[in-house]
């Protein structure tokens, strides 16, 4: 006869060795070219999972990323456990206090995220956005633009709108030096097509990383 499986966490000792997740690509590969929401999402996916695994859990939903770890049952060897598994996971040294100092998967998720994509290299939205942008109009075909009504000339407008504030924001910055060119960029933009406004876009805010 076939045993059941426990419902709840099963007790264990602490584990020498990391998890499965090490043999796989690092923690930084993964969230590279993932926008910051995605970055965090997948970091606390993973850490809800480990944490689960610790715990004997089957489901990683099971674990409310808010609970404190002391509250899921977790204790000193636990926490080593969980330690070397993030260690294995990430690619990053972690003390073995670390889920004290940040008592939470949610907070611990975000710690961890910040030693393996620092902010400084971290992308910023505007440009996750832009590339965005730039893929789906890519991805338009001449049949999918009447498909999904898209009205070219409208969209023309809006980011040449888009454009013409960001040059403004750039003449702002830059002061007065850049002032006296701004009459003629505004004339560019109007006689710009979809293909040299991204081009300009480049040129401006760099191509995408």
Known sequence: MQLPGPRGPVRRTAATTGSAAGAIASLADRLSGLSPQEQEQLTLHLIRTEVASVLGYRDSAAIDPDRAFQELGFDSLLAVELRNRLN?????PLPATV??????????????????????SA???????????????????????????????????RLQTLLAKVREAADAADGPARATGAAGAAGAIESATAEEIFALIDSELGPPQ
């Open 88 to 92: 294995a996971m990430a690619g990053v």
């Open 123 to 157: 992308r910023p939205p505007l440009i996750a956005g832009l590339e965005q942008l730039e893929a789906s109009l890519t991805d338009l075909t001449a049949g999918s633009w009447d498909e999904l009504g898209l009205d070219h000339s409208a969209i023309s407008v």
């Open 99 to 120: 889920i004290f100092e940040h008592p939470t998967p949610a907070a611990l998720a975000g710690a961890l995220l910040a030693r393996v994509v620092p902010e400084s």
